[in-house]
């Protein structure tokens, strides 16, 4: 495998369903994110970690949870969603958020539906 | 705060035709700029990025784009479009070293690039 990697790639659950989403990188990079992608939105950054530390929590509700146990894996624990929290949730990875050129490089994507 | 503007949601051109995809961008130092391509049901690939330098930046699959830093412009370019250019493609602005917002790009809301034979 190589790049950034997202699965399951489509996951429909109920609102009281509990799931997670896995995000996992081969560029040997430090930092990670998830985003979400709504229709008709523009890209929304959720959250950032940089060297398993998060640095970044864009306003998130609770009910999305991150988790990173290292720079090369990154989790989005779900539970208790609502239906306008079905999009398509990004990952992407980096070398180092403080790096002087640093670009985000993005996996497919896991498509959620809730119902 | 950081925006991004890409005034057009939905663009159409003829295969072979040349392309301008508009951005704007508003930021209050030197901004880092990119330009990520999304096909259907799949991640943001990314095309090109500028950081310093050149003005002209060169992309990969034959695109450019220019920084315009008078016009506050980013706009991408291609001299003749192929179907498989279609489509969406994202702009977006990342904060300069120094700063306190490391790794919180924002992107344009993004334009649909449909491609007619």
């Known amino acids: 495998e190589t790049g950034v990697t997202q699965t399951p790639r489509h996951l429909v659950m109920g609102m009281t369903n509990k799931k997670s989403l896995k995000c996992e990188q081969h560029?040997?990079?430090?930092?990670m994110y998830w985003y979400k992608q709504s229709a008709k939105k523009p890209l929304e950054l959720m959250f950032v970690?940089?060297?398993?530390?998060?640095?970044e929590n864009n306003s998130v509700p609770s009910r999305f949870s991150p988790e990173c146990p290292n720079s090369s894996h990154l989790f989005l624990h779900l539970h208790t969603l609502q239906p306008e929290d079905s999009a398509l949730y990004l990952c992407?990875?980096?070398?180092?958020?403080?790096?002087?050129?640093?670009?985000?490089?993005f996996g497919p994507g896991t498509r959620l539906t809730v119902l | 705060a950081q925006s991004v503007t890409q005034p057009d949601i939905h663009i159409t051109v003829s295969e072979g035709a040349s392309l301008e995809l508009r951005c704007n961008y508003s930021?209050?130092?030197?901004?880092?700029l990119f330009w990520y391509v999304q096909s259907p049901g799949q991640g943001l690939q990314l095309l090109l990025k500028?950081?310093?330098?050149?003005?002209l930046v060169q992309g990969i699959k034959g695109f450019e784009a220019e920084f315009k830093r008078s016009q506050s412009s980013f706009n991408l370019r291609k001299p003749s479009v192929h179907w498989s250019d279609a489509a969406e493609y994202f702009c977006?602005?990342?904060?300069?070293?120094?700063?306190?917002?490391?790794?919180?790009?924002?992107f344009g809301q993004g334009t649909i690039l449909t491609v007619h034979p």
């Open positions: 977006a602005v990342g904060p300069n070293p120094g700063g306190t917002s490391y790794g919180k790009l924002t």
């Open positions: 500028y950081f310093s330098g050149d003005t």
């Open positions: 970690y940089n060297f398993k530390e998060q640095t």
């Open positions: 992407a990875s980096s070398q180092d958020t403080s790096a002087h050129t640093d670009t985000q490089y």
């Open positions: 560029l040997g990079h430090n930092a």
């Open positions: 930021y209050g130092a030197t901004p880092y």
